[in-house]
């Protein structure tokens, strides 16, 4: 179906989350148990568009390109875009200064940089005339709307990678994907104000003394600690769940599996992930999550990318791209080298 030729980066000023911690909770060890090191905050005048176009205009010169070769541009969000009403694939087309061509906008939260894939090998199969997708996956936290180390076991970050993809593409090429949401727990993380809902915060509200994310999470469950630890194990089994699926679409048993991607947590969350398919450390996301945080739609990508720059990934491995995102979405795709 379709290969990817080429990646590029683009990523927010390191920080150091033992540094800065404390700005954001009054318990900056819980945080620091995570095992996230540094993560990247990007300049107030850094934009996700910004962002998105350094990293498209390293993918494309990595594979040789200019944006006139393009076909189609996607980009997957994961954070509220700069304004309302606004097409951030669009956007990215201008920076590029393409002047005409078929734009793609997906917005499922963290999952959109994974699932994109499968949304786009749809692309591939219905328009013949596709030949090269330029596909960028960025997220750029609001830090008005959300604390960035208090939504959930990871550290947000700042960040975006781009892919470009190649029909008939011989590297890295897309096999399946598969997806799942449970749609009774769509409120869980979101953002309250600044939608149609509630434009406009209550005085008084910031971000930063807000609640905490998983604080919605305890209220659905009644504070019942059975009832929650229950769902940790439906957490976890429908984490395996989704990878079987993918391997089952793909035709492929979970015992090819030579390496898990999952979102940049906390490195117990990874390891959880990669367990039940008996993925050591050293082939998940671990090492890059701790040097990252979580960027989001971006994790994934950026992880296959860069462990295929590393000469860390071989010929005929098989990798999942894996995680949990708003909605509830449970998804995965694989991509075999």
Known sequence: MFGIDAFGYAFGADRQVADVAADYVPDPERVLRWGCRTFHR????????????????????????????????AVAVSELPEYPHWDSSAALARELKIERIQTMLLAEGCAAGVTGLGTLAGAFATQPELDTVLFVAVNRVSEFHRNRMNVNTAVHSDGAVAAVLRRDGARMRWLATDQFTDPDLCDWFRTDYGGAVAPVPPPGWSAATAPAGTERVHAHFDR?????????????ARSTEVVERAC????TGTGELTHVFALNESLDAVADVARPFAIPAERTNAGLAAVHGHMGAADQLTVLGQRWDAGDLAPGDLVALTGTSIGMRWYCSLVRV
């Open 248 to 251: 089952a679409r793909a035709g």
């Open 42 to 73: 990007a300049d107030e005048t850094v934009t996700a568009t910004d962002l998105a176009a350094a990293a498209a205009r390293d993918a494309l010169a990595g594979a040789g390109l200019t944006p006139a070769d393009l076909d189609l541009v």
């Open 224 to 236: 019942d600690p059975r009832a929650l630890r229950a769902f940790v194990d439906a957490l976890s």
